[in-house]
């Protein structure tokens, strides 16, 4: 069965600071990994990652996949109160190569 | 962009009554749409596939004839949640993907529906 982990599941940190937000999988064939980022209703994308080793980026966003270890990471710099919110990873494997499966979430608060 | 609409976005219904929710892709054909309810404080569980023209392939634990799905054509799906209970309350978010089934491009997510039996 497709699993995915994220760590941490909370985190509280100060506007500016960085964090790096992770996201590990087992994925029976993998496809791509996807980033989402959900407010109050439903989640809006961030990235999807298909190779390993090539940063995408946007604005302060930026993520990166390496599938030699299974995982990719999320990293926000200079955090703003905006971006409070919960970051879902996603994966997409054999099972339905449509179908995302979720990790629990890590529920980011950035206080000023 | 690609959109998907949802609806209603919020609804409050009797114990016991059917609730339908929509989800309809505005600019593009979803062959294939997917379900998911989220609980407070937690991530999206995919409750099932709905697959235009067939029956819907429904996740472990999912009743199939609680949470009856249409998908009757490429833009809409839709779901019904059947003699709604109060444990039934939840978010109720679709989503839908353009493209070839290959897993390579991005899920667009409607709105959600938050349910409230009361």
């Known amino acids: 069965e497709d699993k995915v982990v994220q760590s941490p599941l909370s985190l509280v940190v100060h506007e500016g600071d960085t964090v790096t937000l992770n996201c590990s999988y087992e994925?029976?064939?993998?496809?791509?990994l996807l980033w989402y980022k959900q407010e109050k209703k439903a989640p809006t994308f961030l990235f999807m990652l298909t190779s390993s080793g090539i940063e995408k980026k946007s604005g302060r966003l930026s993520s990166i996949l390496d599938k030699k270890e299974l995982s990719s990471i999320l990293n926000i710099t200079a955090t703003q109160t905006g971006d409070s919110a919960i970051y879902l990873c996603?994966?997409?494997?054999?099972?339905?190569?449509?179908?995302?499966?979720f990790g629990q979430g890590t529920r980011l608060t950035i206080n000023p | 962009g690609a959109v998907v609409s949802q609806h209603p976005s919020r609804v409050i219904c009797k114990s016991g009554t059917s609730v339908k929710i929509e989800c309809r892709s505005l600019d593009f054909q979803a062959t294939t749409m997917f379900w998911y309810r989220q609980f407070p404080k937690q991530s999206l569980m995919l409750m099932a596939t709905?697959?235009?023209?067939?029956?819907?392939?429904?996740e472990q634990g999912v009743e199939k004839d609680k949470f009856l799905i249409n998908h009757a054509s490429l833009t809409l799906s839709t779901l019904t949640v059947t003699s709604a209970h109060p444990e039934d309350s939840s978010f109720y978010i679709c989503s839908a993907r353009r493209g070839a089934a290959r897993g390579n491009t991005e899920a667009f997510f409607g709105q959600g529906t938050r349910l409230t039996v009361v």
């Open positions: 996603a994966v997409s494997g054999l099972q339905g190569a449509q179908k995302l499966v």
């Open positions: 709905s697959n235009e023209g067939s029956k819907a392939t429904y």
């Open positions: 994925v029976t064939n993998f496809r791509s």
